[in-house]
């Protein structure tokens, strides 16, 4: 069945590092995919999204590219920022009638 | 736009005791989901409605628990009689109609402790 595997956290930087999340994926179809970030205390909230292949998402400095040939979503960001903690999930949806299957998050810190 | 509403933001109860939890979802959305988030699961899709109907429940984990969708504007899940193991924060989710592009906008989730 349709999948989304991220790599396990948590994951701590130093402020100013490179950072990388892996997102792989296992889909029968052409989805969506989608970065989501959960703060403290809130829900998760869309980050980017790419619909189709070779398409690249970004906002916030955070970038991912929709990889078919290697089914994956891997999340980047050139600066990381002690504001950008947080739980950080990989997801992928076939339509708004359909359920979106989300990965099992990745907890990111950030030191100053 | 005011977001998807969820209440109460926090619920503390006694085991047995009977627990309720609403949501708003955006006006517009057809889609609605409730989710539970432990640290030991993750994050857990309870049940998903489009256009008010049930579509997946498989997700509930038990008879306790039941939702509801009675208009495009509200929704419950109720679990009666709770359980310590209940102890979670639960959000719930909506989404537009149309098409694969459109992604979930959620709560800021009710979280609930069963003593």
């Known amino acids: 069945g349709d999948s989304v595997t991220q790599m396990e956290g948590p994951v701590t930087l130093s402020e100013e590092a490179f950072l990388t999340i892996n997102c792989t994926y296992t889909?029968?179809?052409?989805?969506?995919l989608f970065w989501y970030v959960q703060y403290p205390g809130e829900g998760l909230q869309l980050l980017l999204k790419?619909?189709?292949?070779?398409d690249k998402g970004s906002n916030k400095g955070f970038e991912a590219t929709y990889r078919k040939e290697t089914t994956s979503f891997h999340l980047e960001k050139g600066s990381v920022q002690v504001s950008d903690s947080a739980v950080y999930f990989c997801?992928?949806?076939?339509?708004?009638?359909?359920?979106?299957?989300f990965g099992s998050g990745t907890r990111l810190s950030i030191r100053p | 736009d005011a977001g998807v509403i969820q209440s109460p933001r926090h619920e503390v109860t006694e085991m047995g005791q009977e627990v309720t939890l609403r949501c708003k979802p955006i006006?517009?959305?057809?889609?609605l989901f409730w989710y539970r988030q432990t640290m030991m699961r993750g994050l857990e899709l309870l049940i998903y409605?489009?256009?008010?109907?049930?579509?997946?429940d498989s997700g509930m984990p038990e008879d306790r628990f039941s939702a509801k969708m009675p208009n495009a504007s509200f929704s419950t899940l109720k679990i009666q009689p709770s359980e310590p193991r209940d102890s979670a924060v639960y959000f719930c989710?909506?989404?537009?109609?149309?098409?694969?592009?459109?992604?979930?906008?959620f709560g800021n989730g009710t979280r609930l402790t069963v003593t």
């Open positions: 989710a909506s989404g537009a109609p149309g098409t694969k592009y459109s992604p979930l906008h």
């Open positions: 889909a029968t179809g052409y989805p969506s």
């Open positions: 790419a619909t189709k292949a070779d």
């Open positions: 997801a992928l949806l076939y339509s708004s009638a359909s359920k979106i299957i």
């Open positions: 006006s517009g959305h057809n889609s």
């Open positions: 409605f489009n256009n008010n109907v049930p579509i997946d």
